[in-house]
Structure formats: C-alpha cells, structure tokens
C-alpha cells in the first residue's frame, strides 16, 4: 500500500494563500495519477484537483482559476498552492493516488477565516 502524508495545512484570512505538500512512499510514484481531496465537517469528502502522470490537471469548479496542482516525481511529492482563500475552503485535505490507495494520511486542517 502506498502510505501517504500531507502537511503544510494552517489558519489564514479570506483572501490568503496556503501551499500543501503531500509525500507517498512509493518506488513507482511518478507512473500515478494523484488528486489531491476535501472533507468539511458534516460533508462527503469531494476531489478538489487531479494531476495525470503527465502532468494534465483537472479542478473542481469550485477551486478552478484558484487552487494549482503540481508534482516532482523526483521527491514523491504533489502540491496544492491555494490563492484567494475563501471560508468556504475550510475543510481536512487530504492526498491519494489514483486510483485510490486504501491507506489515507492524516490529512492537514486548513482554516478560513473571514
């Protein structure tokens, strides 16, 4: 199972930026798709970002022109750069592979704040 852990999660005011990282322990992580994942409290968890082995992304309508996923499969690691942060964005995110591996991180908090 490729194990997974995410970071860089804080509080911030509308309007502010926060970078997430997430590192998967996997020898064979540059040929995963990755997405990067929400849950707000009382809600389904919803896929916010996809990013291809090739890099192709994908958004959320609801993050598109805001949030930017990126990769270095040099150092198993996917980021998420969130810009223009809204109290809405309030949630845990989290990281996996596509398709999903079945052992979820911790997830990082990120806090809105209006």
């Known amino acids: 199972q490729v194990q997974l852990v995410e970071s860089g999660g804080g509080l911030v005011q509308a309007g502010g930026s926060l970078r997430l990282s997430c590192v998967a322990s996997t020898s064979i992580f540059n040929i995963y798709a990755m997405a990067w994942y929400r849950q707000a409290p009382g809600q389904q968890r919803e896929r916010v970002a996809t990013?291809?082995?090739?890099?192709?992304?994908n958004y959320a309508n609801s993050v598109k022109d805001r949030f930017t996923i990126s990769r270095d499969n040099a150092k198993n690691m996917v980021y998420l750069q969130m810009n223009s942060l809204k109290p809405e964005d309030t949630a845990v995110y989290y990281c996996?592979?596509?398709?999903?591996?079945?052992?979820w991180g911790q997830g990082t908090q990120v806090t809105v704040s209006s």
């Open positions: 996996n592979t596509l398709p999903n591996s079945p052992s």
């Open positions: 990013i291809s082995a090739g890099g192709y992304t």
